[in-house]
């Protein structure tokens, strides 16, 4: 009978409506990126807990894909 | 286009989301069966001068009191709970089974946010009230939970609880703030409370 918490990885969070009353939850909570979540009774979301910087950082290094496509890695010869 | 507010708010169109600071916003309708808010006067004193004349002096405004009657029925605080709010600060509620509070001398602060709407489609007072529905929504910020008196005198435990707020903080930012949309508009969701 509570939000049930689960870290999923450092980024991501999963959140479980356990209870018996609507709760609306904050992603990425007192940052400009904030957004509402609404559970209902039962209802789960995954939610990112990434601070304001590292989401910047991310869509920064968006440059690296080409047409949404992440660009393979390059690969180092052999002593590099 | 022309958007119409409906000729009153009746059932079934009031939500109510209270958070603790730092909290969710919990939606409390589904077990609240009356709202009161009792608006701070603003007031003023008259001072009679010699010739009949009045001088007004404005008093300052009125704390606002918002009252509830419901029908909570456990400690649970992810839902309805009053007696872990009343009695202790967030950082310390019982979150394991069984649920226990005991007074304490902590008392924390919450948000009231009271919204009407006929959108269904919304389930929060803090939810974002979409283009094409009317809306009248009251932010209350900085509450205390004043009061909560429980009575089982009609064979149902009910509770009425009470917050109180005063119109602003201490550098003078509004604790109060009403919005409406006439559907025009989408009113916004409301942010965390931080």
Not at chain 1, 46 to 75: A, C, H, L, N
């Amino acid at each position: 009978m509570a939000l049930i918490k689960k870290q999923l990885d450092e980024n991501r969070m999963e959140v479980t409506n356990s209870g018996d009353a609507v709760v609306t939850i904050y992603e990425f909570r007192g940052t400009k990126f904030e957004k509402p979540i609404t559970l209902k009774p039962g209802q789960s979301a995954v939610i990112r807990i990434k601070q304001t910087d590292e989401i910047i950082e991310k869509t920064v290094s968006m440059k690296d894909t080409v047409k949404g496509r992440r660009k393979s890695p390059v690969k180092r010869k052999k002593g590099e | 286009m022309i958007m119409a507010f409906p000729d009153l708010w009746g059932e079934g169109t009031a939500l109510v989301a209270i958070a603790a600071k730092g909290g969710s916003d919990i939606e409390f309708s589904a077990a609240v069966t009356s709202i009161d808010i009792d608006m701070g006067d603003r007031d003023f004193d008259s001072i009679a001068t010699l010739r009949g004349g009045r001088l007004v002096k404005p008093t300052p405004e009125g704390d606002t009191t918002i009252t509830f009657e419901g029908y909570p029925v456990n400690l649970d605080t992810s839902s309805t709970d009053v007696w872990q709010r009343f009695f202790t600060t967030s950082a310390n509620w019982d979150t394991t089974e069984p649920l226990s509070v005991s007074a304490s001398h902590s008392r924390d602060n919450f948000r009231v946010v009271i919204l009407w709407t006929e959108d269904t489609s919304v389930t929060s007072a803090v939810q974002q009230v979409p283009q094409g529905s009317e809306a009248l929504r009251a932010i209350f910020t900085n509450c205390r939970l004043i009061s909560v008196k429980p009575s089982f005198t009609d064979n149902e435990l009910k509770v009425t609880f009470k917050f109180k707020c005063p119109p602003f903080q201490k550098d003078g930012t509004p604790n109060i703030t009403w919005q409406s949309s006439d559907g025009t508009a989408t009113l916004d969701a409301v942010s965390s409370y931080s």
